[in-house]
């Protein structure tokens, strides 16, 4: 059975910082790309990061030089570091994996207040 758990979300001021991470549990994280969406309210979910099995990174345009997505294999974790946050920043983070599937977590909430 997989299963994704995010945490590390909270109210942060503008120009602040966070830490996300994703816990995976079941056989899929070590050769699977993983990423981080976002939902914010009334909007779509959109990807904000992803990381190859490789270690190969992607980022949206709107948090290049500011979000850090990073994984380690040993602890089956995905982590995404965000700096310089924006109230616009202020969403539900996912987790997300596909295998075959999509695999998502519930999500943690991420608030920038400005």
């Known amino acids: 059975q997989v299963q994704l758990v995010e945490s590390g979300g909270g109210l942060v001021e503008a120009g602040g910082s966070l830490t996300l991470s994703c816990a995976v549990s079941?056989?899929?994280?070590?050769?699977?790309?993983m990423a981080w969406y976002r939902q914010a309210p009334g909007k779509q979910r959109e990807l904000v990061a992803s990381?190859?099995?490789?270690?190969?990174?992607g980022y949206a345009d709107s948090v290049k030089g500011r979000f850090t997505i990073s994984r380690d294999n040993a602890k089956n974790t995905l982590y995404l570091q965000m700096s310089s946050l924006k109230p616009e920043d202020t969403a539900v983070y996912y987790c997300h994996a596909r295998h075959g599937v999509n695999y998502w977590g519930k999500g943690t909430l991420v608030t920038v207040s400005s």
């Open positions: 079941g056989r899929i994280f070590r050769s699977n790309t």
């Open positions: 990381v190859t099995s490789g270690g190969s990174t």
